[in-house]
């Protein structure tokens, strides 16, 4: 069973080489992002040493780490899980030897890998030589990061799920869909970074998953979490990975309930 999830990771990145020319024009549009954020940052600081306890390196390379890192984590579960609720496909999955949302996990991770090796990584080295990325030599601080970057795929993947699976529940989650990517995208960090949110934001946001899918991975990786306190960053993805497999769980339980009672 283990070697048949592990085929499905490499069929999915098999299946993204096949669209990699789609992958080679995104480097080019998240470098581009990388710059209009740099260049924007450069006239707020405008000489600045320290604005939210950030200096004007670290947010220069906490921008490249976190587009970067996103390209990795981004995923269409969400859309893939809706589209076969909507075409009834997901009923096959019910009589098939496996579990359907470690499937879709296996396939995130496949496409996850492929854009690991051929869109997060040379976009980093581009994004290093067009801009003043000052990566860290550590490498200790490297290791933590690749696990961290991992759990935020997990996590990130998760709330894809959730919000593919409430397709059962609701005649269209295309709506559902735009606000969660938007949601992911503000409140991880990767548009504004969370400690320019205002304090009653900071302390709403630290009751919710999203910033430890960019801005904390980041913000070790940049070395603005002390080293006595990584341990406590490494924590809060890993009580978020557990929460979020609750309501998946019952999501599904209920999901093939319904299936079951509207479909005989």
Same mark, same amino acid.
């Given at each position: 069973?283990?070697?048949?999830?592990?085929?499905?990771?490499?069929?999915?990145?098999?299946?993204?080489?096949?669209?990699?020319?789609?992958?080679?024009?995104?480097?080019?549009?998240?470098?581009?992002?990388?710059?209009v954020y740099y260049f924007t940052w450069q006239a707020i600081y405008g000489g600045q040493g320290t604005l939210a306890g950030f200096t004007a390196d670290q947010m220069?390379?906490?921008?490249?780490? %976190?587009?970067?890192?996103?390209?990795?984590? !981004?995923?269409?579960?969400?859309?893939?899980?809706? #589209? /076969?609720i909507r075409d009834g496909s997901v009923a096959i999955q019910f009589i098939r030897p496996y579990n359907y949302i470690i499937v879709k996990m296996m396939q995130g991770l496949g496409e996850g890998c492929f854009r690991l090796l051929l869109f997060m990584t040379p976009g980093l080295i581009i994004a290093c030589l067009l801009f003043p990325v000052k990566l860290p030599t550590d490498p200790k601080l490297w290791i933590i990061f690749a696990w961290m970057l991992f759990m935020s795929f997990l996590i990130n993947t998760q709330i894809n799920i959730i919000t593919g699976l409430s397709a059962f529940f609701v005649e269209n989650n295309e709506g559902m869909m735009r606000m969660k990517?938007?949601?992911?995208?503000?409140? %991880?960090?990767?548009?504004?970074?969370?400690? !320019?949110?205002?304090?009653?934001?900071?302390?709403? #946001? /630290?009751?919710?998953?999203?910033?430890?899918?960019?801005?904390?991975?980041?913000?070790?990786?940049?070395?603005?979490?002390?080293?006595d306190e990584i341990l406590g960053v490494l924590l809060v993805q890993v009580v978020w990975l557990v929460a979020l497999s609750i309501p998946i769980l019952w999501l599904w339980r209920q999901a093939r309930q319904r299936l079951f009672v509207q479909g005989g």
């Open positions: 069973m283990n070697s048949a999830y592990m085929e499905l990771i490499r069929i999915r990145f098999l299946t993204m080489l096949a669209y990699r020319v789609n992958y080679y024009s995104g480097i080019l549009i998240y470098t581009l992002n990388i710059g220069t390379t906490y921008i490249a780490v %976190s587009w970067m890192a996103r390209a990795f984590y !981004f995923n269409n579960l969400d859309r893939e899980i809706a #589209n /076969e990517r938007v949601i992911v995208d503000l409140f %991880s960090g990767v548009i504004v970074p969370i400690s !320019f949110f205002p304090g009653w934001l900071i302390t709403l #946001n /630290e009751w919710l998953p999203f910033q430890a899918i960019t801005y904390l991975p980041s913000s070790v990786f940049t070395g603005r979490v002390p080293g």
